[in-house]
């Protein structure tokens, strides 16, 4: 059984930052691609940046320059490091699991940018 948690949401003022981590356990990490979605209040949801097995990064536009995505595969966690946030940041912040057997996902993290 796949699982995957998220954790390290939170409150802060614009500017700020935060670090996001999700640990999974149930398939063989290093093949999957692992993604940052965020979904904030009356909106869809939306990517935010991804890492494939050999460590190549995505971002959305939105975020990048300000964002960074990493990986440990050791430890089975991938990483959103999250600077200068701001209000429009604000979201539910959801890990995603993909590989060739499925998609899989967390219950999500809270953001709260105040400003």
């Known amino acids: 059984q796949v699982q995957v948690v998220e954790s390290g949401g939170g409150l802060v003022q614009a500017g700020g930052s935060l670090r996001l981590s999700c640990a999974e356990s149930g398939t063989i990490f290093s093949y999957n691609v692992m993604g940052w979605y965020r979904q904030a209040p009356g909106k869809q949801r939306e990517r935010v940046a991804h890492i494939s097995s050999a460590g190549t990064t995505n971002y959305a536009d939105s975020v990048k320059g300000r964002f960074t995505i990493s990986r440990d595969n050791a430890k089975r966690t991938v990483y959103l490091q999250m600077n200068s946030l701001k209000v429009e940041d604000t979201a539910v912040y959801y890990c995603?699991?993909?590989?060739?057997?499925?998609?899989?996902w967390g219950q999500g993290t809270p953001v709260t940018v105040s400003s």
């Open positions: 995603n699991v993909k590989n060739t057997k499925g998609d899989y």
